[in-house]
Nanobody, 113 residues
Framework: QVQLVESGGGLVQSGSSLRLSCEAS????????TKWYRRAPGKEREFVAG?????????NYTESVKGRFTISRDNDKKTVYLQMDHLKPEDTGRYYC?????WGQGTPVTVYS
């Protein structure tokens, strides 16, 4: 059973940056497409960004975060990151890491104006 642990969330002002981390318990994680999702209060969970396994050369983003968020991975650390710049209040939510059917518990992000 692979465990995913997210961290790096917080309470920040609009325009600030945060870097989220998703650390896996097993190296098998490194070979799989890994995604970040978020769930805003009262809304459905939505896809935010994804990165291919291995070298991670392929990534994609939901339209609302393109140009502001960057996903990356460090396979030596079994970790996927989400660098979030120019944060907006609408980025507020709980952010979850996912690969295959494995999910973490999430890390909260609150952006105030």
């Amino acid at each position: 059973q692979v465990q995913l642990v997210e961290s790096g969330g917080g309470l920040v002002q609009s325009g600030s940056s945060l870097r989220l981390s998703c650390e896996a318990s097993e190296f098998v994680f490194n070979g799989y497409f890994t995604k970040w999702y978020r769930r805003a209060p009262g809304k459905e969970r939505e896809f935010v960004a994804g990165i291919a396994g291995g070298t991670g050369l392929i990534s994609n983003y939901t339209e609302s975060v393109k140009g502001r968020f960057t996903i990356s991975r460090d396979n030596d650390k079994k970790t996927v990151y989400l660098q979030m710049d120019h944060l907006k209040p609408e980025d507020t939510g709980r952010y979850y890491c996912n690969f295959k059917h494995f999910w973490g518990q999430g890390t909260p992000v609150t952006v105030y104006s």
